[in-house]
């Protein structure tokens, strides 16, 4: 929350320094590029580097979910250059024709991302979208309260820890844990899977002591609970917090996402996004982000000077093996309300 | 009236966010989108009658009504000490009630979050003492403690402004004629602050059972109320027509209790006046 609360804020800031700047006259042949990011997830002078070097004005607004980015997208009236989506809400803005084509010639940093994460699933040619921060899905736990190792979704239906856990208040990624604890694909849209997911979810949901948001974080530093589901990023935050917290990828495999920086259908300067997304992937400018915002670069050059400790640390970097039976997400179509359905007759036991 | 053109911003306002809006959750509530764009179809509410559904509108029609009631055991003689004539703190009373008001909503019920923890500050207080410490967070309980801690002022204020209004020669009256206080109060008090009560118990009523803050902070999302069900629908699952849908029935409900309670409310100046 602390976090979410100072990245309103820089984010603020960042607008009022832009407009206060626009206003001062001399500058009417400046470019304004419009950036619509997460709450704070961007290294905290990167902006004004970028302005500086381009002579170009950014506007930067940030959003909480990919949800809430894409209504304000799809109801028209903005006209944002550049936007950093989730894989599976990409895929379907891509559907939707709601992004346009990026001009990889004009990206020459692209060369520095790391191989496996070209191509992927939702933009199979890189034709839309250009990699930012990766992440995984997983568990943190207190040492101190969990002796044995944590290896599997398992131990999130183990009665030992009682009023303990923690789930995520989301629907697509709680019934997630459930579909790859049975070892199916967190994608299906088979009913019967489903079905006997928000079984495991019902029978789960006494010893659950709530389904949180980004209060977890607090939580789980508080030592308010022994086990959580987590974002990776946020994982290495809290391990930064509380020394008895660490992170584990069940083996059964889970959820592995990425954020992509992408061009909208109604921006406008297309060049100067472009031009934006390259900076972006700039080695020294990635390796500022990441060290601020504690998510995992796909950008090889900025990860090779990072931290060695950090970069031992499977919360940042799991090693291929740990992502294995790892799973992208895929946009659900009418599945969703299939979803949401399970998700209320959980909730509303 | 000369200056009647002093209401029309009122009446664009009014236009612009209240009948405009309501307007098109009717339109969504009765269509479904296909390919050919909208069409007329009642599916939406076929679709809500279902158990699940029906369990959700019962649990936040239930909590609701207990905090309501919550509020008006503990409001009502609140309101009363305010207004008896003899009680000189009024003025620092009522301030502290309305105070917190200034704040944030979201932050005060953040703040029951951290207040309620198991390591939280009534807790350590608690276990300082030795006494039992209590986990109430994330139960029904905490959900009911949010409501009322967040609504009383909403049940206090009309039914001490009514309260206010009551003329003190009747009590006199009353006492004069040989009633003890219980009769008074019965007789006199009670009837006359009836107007007060009816608004208050709207007034708590109406935010409460459609609230999703709340239930998902200090409730921890286990408990889906009728408001998470709508707000998933806008931002989750883009069914905008089963969420206008849900709207609709629970604005259906709301107008009737409002409807139940405003025939008490024979003196339509009384709590409202406040507002």
Not at chain 2, 22 to 36: A, P, R
Request: aromatic content about 12%; hydrophobic content about 45%.
């Amino acid at each position: 929350m602390r976090r979410i609360l100072s990245g309103i804020l820089a984010a603020a800031v960042v607008t009022v320094s832009v407009a206060l700047t626009g206003c001062g006259g001399a500058s009417n042949d400046k470019t304004t590029l419009k950036v619509y990011n997460w709450g704070d997830y961007i290294g905290e002078d990167v902006i004004q580097k970028f302005e500086d070097k381009f002579n170009i004005n950014v506007v930067y607004d940030t959003f909480p979910t990919n949800e809430e980015m894409y209504v304000k997208l799809k109801a028209g009236g903005s006209d944002y250059d550049v936007a950093i989506p989730s894989d599976y809400m990409i895929k379907k803005m891509i559907n939707e024709g709601m992004v346009k084509k990026i001009n990889l010639n004009n990206i020459p940093n692209y060369k520095y991302i790391e191989e496996k994460f070209k191509n992927l699933s939702f933009d199979p040619n890189n034709e839309y979208s250009v990699p930012y921060m990766w992440g995984t899905v997983g568990i943190i736990y207190n040492k101190t309260m969990v002796k044995e190792p944590v290896d599997s979704w398992n131990i999130l239906w183990d009665k030992k820890y009682d009023k303990q856990i923690f789930m995520l208040d989301s629907q697509r990624d709680s019934i997630a844990v459930a579909l790859k604890k049975l070892g199916y694909s967190l994608n299906t849209k088979n009913k019967d899977e489903l079905e006997k997911a928000k079984n495991e979810l019902i029978k789960q949901k006494d010893i659950v002591q709530a389904y949180v948001g980004d209060e977890v974080k607090d939580k789980m530093i508080m030592g308010e609970g022994a086990l959580a589901v987590v974002w990776s990023g946020d994982a290495v935050y809290m391990k930064s917090q509380n020394k008895d917290l660490e992170y584990a990828i069940p083996k059964e495999g889970s959820n592995l996402w990425f954020d992509s920086m992408v061009i909208p259908s109604t921006a406008k300067h297309q060049k100067e996004a472009e031009e934006f997304i390259n900076f972006m992937c700039d080695t020294e400018i990635a390796l500022e982000n990441t060290n601020y915002i504690g998510y995992s670069t796909p950008q090889t050059e900025a990860k090779k000077k990072l931290d060695p400790e950090l970069l031992k640390d499977i919360a940042a970097y799991p090693t291929d093996e740990q992502m294995k039976d790892c799973e992208v997400f895929i946009d659900l179509d009418a599945s969703i309300k299939d979803y949401d359905k399970i998700w209320t007759e959980i909730t509303s036991r | 009236m000369k200056k009647k053109w002093l209401s029309y911003p009122y009446l664009v306002w009014m236009a612009i966010f209240i009948i405009i809006p309501s307007l098109l959750i009717l339109f969504y509530g009765f269509t479904v989108k296909d390919e050919q764009g909208f069409r007329f179809s009642l599916q939406n509410f076929y679709r809500f009658c279902d158990p699940i559904f029906f369990s959700v509108l019962f649990k936040s029609l239930w909590l609701a009504l207990l905090s309501t009631f919550v509020c008006l055991i503990v409001g009502y003689p609140v309101a009363l000490i305010l207004a008896s004539k003899e009680y000189s703190k009024k003025t620092t009373m009522s301030m502290l009630f309305i105070i917190p008001m200034w704040m944030n909503f979201l932050l005060r019920t953040y703040a029951w979050l951290t207040l309620l923890e198991k390591h939280g500050i009534i807790n350590s207080i608690l276990s300082f003492f030795h006494l039992p410490t209590i986990n109430i967070l994330y139960t029904n309980g905490a959900v009911v403690l949010g409501m009322v801690y967040n609504f009383l002022p909403f049940m206090i204020l009309p039914i001490y402004s009514v309260l206010m209004k009551v003329d003190n020669k009747l009590v006199e009256a009353a006492q004069d004629l040989g009633g003890n206080w219980v009769t008074v109060f019965r007789k006199v008090i009670l009837p006359l602050s009836l107007p007060g009560v009816m608004s208050g118990l709207t007034m708590v009523f109406m935010p409460a059972v459609t609230t999703f803050v709340i239930s998902k902070l200090l409730g921890g999302a286990q408990y889906t109320l009728i408001g998470n069900l709508i707000e998933r629908q806008f931002l989750t699952v883009y069914d905008w027509n089963f969420g206008a849908a849900i709207s609709i029935i629970m604005m259906i409900f709301i107008l009737i209790s409002i409807a139940i309670m405003s025939r008490f409310d024979e003196d339509k100046g009384g709590g409202a006046a406040l507002w």
